[in-house]
């Protein structure tokens, strides 16, 4: 059980909160867990929703943003992102069950998104300060400068979602993916 209420439906949360879920169920035909947590503040369901959309503009293709939401979710430990985005990885992003588990592991399976995903792996355990060897290594890669900060960015969204999920241990409502367990 959360150890933070969520409210139980788009009616139950704040009111300013709710035109955001109500854009969020449009969207996913759902309001999964983590939305209405982060519901109960107005603020930060806009911060969350507005950073999100805005990467989503970004030049970053979408099963590069699910690799590294894979690899940032294990290794902070949370099995919400984690449930989350192997789900989204799987049917969204249309991964395979081995690609998943390369991005569990801080890898990837494709040689250009192999660059991006070790280096969101090394910013999340470096926090932030990796060396010049990395931002080389990411532009050999093909990576421009747009690109560099688009992936902190999404390291810093990603670890903003584990962890107020690891605080708030919030209720998984996605099949059930465990840190620390990858094949």
């Not at 395979?96 to 090394?122: C, H, L, Q, W, Y």
């Amino acid at each position: 059980m959360s150890r933070l209420p969520i409210p139980a439906t788009i009616a139950d949360a704040p009111a300013a909160s709710r035109p955001l879920l109500e854009a969020v169920n449009k969207q996913l035909g759902v309001v999964p867990n983590l939305f209405r947590l982060v519901a109960t503040s107005p603020a930060a369901l806009e911060g969350y929703l507005g950073l999100s959309g805005a990467l989503g503009k970004g030049t970053l293709p979408a099963q590069t943003r699910e690799r590294i939401a894979l690899a940032v979710a294990e290794i902070n430990g949370c099995d919400y992102c984690l449930s989350a985005h192997s789900y989204l990885a799987k049917n969204l992003a249309k991964l395979d069950p081995a690609e998943i588990t390369a991005n569990r592991m801080g890898t990837s399976n494709d040689p250009k998104a192999d660059a991006a995903v070790r280096f969101a792996a090394k910013v999340v355990r470096d926090r932030g300060h990796v060396g010049e060897d990395a931002l080389k290594t990411l532009r050999s890669a093909g990576y421009d400068d747009a690109q560099v900060i688009e992936i902190v960015l999404h390291v810093a969204l990603n670890t903003w979602t584990n962890y107020i999920n690891s605080v708030a241990a919030t209720d998984i409502d996605f099949p059930l993916v465990t840190a620390g367990k990858a094949a």
